[in-house]
């Protein structure tokens, strides 16, 4: 691998949680590790300022990366490291995705107190998604779920110091900061968020130098993947926020991609599910296709439902 040949430091924007830094302190290293001279630059984001809202009733997608956005296009940072699942789909003009990191475990989990006994009758469950909180009631019509907000450390404490039976997180995030506890156990059953589990680095389009360094970080398998279940999102929502779920995979032992989308109703009563394999070659299109096909089979109408009540 070439030598970089300027002596250009590149600027990383992250959140200042526990979790982005590491996220951030994961790019620096690979990137000098390359021989890029590097320097992290923290901001707080809306996201972990308004903690005593859900995030559907702020009105907007990207919450968590439009500070970080703004920092790019004023010239205060060159990248910005993110989980991928928080990212819009549609990037702000003259922003590009420029890297997309090997994927950590997708699943979700559900961290409780060391008694199960609520699974089986009432309980009350912690989460900030409308995903996780439609697919629990889905799965759970008898239960509650109360809303969670915060980073991970913050959201782990307020579990503890709460009533709850026990709540929802992503398995990758814990992991990444040591913070999975004992008292958890796999959700298998929950189809994750598109590009949960995997890290994007984007950058500005003009900044080939920046955007050269960081092509060298991508893992081609992770971006393929996540473009199919973020396109079924895109091709889904339309921008609004709504609960939905994502997985590809790529079946090295088959050589196909294996898809799993799913479209529910806030109060979880209505499921709309699709699984289906497809040859490599078709990737492209693959989340487009499964997405209309759910549109086709009462999607639309329940997208323009669940609008309608976040509008509310």
């Known amino acids: 691998m070439a030598k970089p040949t300027t002596n250009k430091t590149i600027r990383i924007g992250t959140r200042d949680s526990e979790l982005a830094l590491w996220q951030a302190h994961t790019v620096q290293k690979q990137l000098?590790?390359?021989?890029?001279?590097?320097?992290?630059?923290?901001?707080?984001?809306?996201?972990?300022?308004i903690l005593d809202k859900p995030l559907y009733e702020l009105g907007i997608t990207g919450?968590?990366?439009?500070?970080?956005?703004?920092?790019?296009?004023?010239?205060?940072?060159?990248?910005?490291?993110?989980?991928?699942?928080?990212?819009?789909?549609?990037?702000?003009?003259?922003?590009?995705?420029?890297?997309?990191?090997?994927r950590a475990n997708t699943l979700d989990i559900l961290v409780h107190k060391g008694n199960l006994d609520f699974l089986e009758n009432s309980g009350t469950i912690a989460t900030g998604s409308l995903r996780r909180q439609a697919m629990w009631l889905n799965k759970y019509p008898n239960h509650t779920v109360v809303d969670l907000r915060g980073n991970v450390n913050t959201r782990m404490q307020k579990l503890q110091d709460n009533d709850w039976n026990g709540a929802v997180f992503a398995a990758a995030g814990l992991e990444r900061i040591n913070l999975k506890p004992d008292s958890f156990i796999n959700l298998d059953w929950m189809i994750p968020a598109p590009a949960q589990g995997a890290m994007v680095v984007v950058a500005m389009a003009e900044d080939f130098y920046t955007i050269e360094a960081l092509s060298q970080l991508n893992h081609v398998e992770t971006e393929i993947c996540t473009y199919i279940e973020r396109q079924f999102l895109r091709t889904l929502e339309g921008g609004c926020t709504a609960p939905i779920g994502a997985l590809a995979n790529y079946n090295e032992k088959e050589d196909v991609l294996e898809f799993s989308g799913v479209l529910l109703s806030i109060d979880g009563k209505q499921k709309l599910e699709i699984t289906k394999k497809a040859e490599v070659s078709e990737w492209k299109k693959l989340g487009?296709?499964?997405a209309q096909e759910i549109l086709n089979n009462g999607g639309s109408k329940l997208m323009s439902e669940i609008k309608t009540q976040l509008k509310k």
Do not use: N, R, W
């Open 32 to 49: 000098q590790d390359l021989g890029y001279k590097t320097e992290i630059i923290a901001v707080k984001s809306d996201g972990d300022i």
């Open 63 to 102: 919450i968590f990366t439009k500070t970080l956005d703004v920092a790019m296009i004023t010239g205060k940072v060159d990248i910005a490291v993110h989980s991928m699942k928080d990212v819009p789909t549609a990037l702000p003009q003259g922003i590009v995705q420029a890297a997309v990191l090997e």
């Open 288 to 290: 487009y296709h499964c």
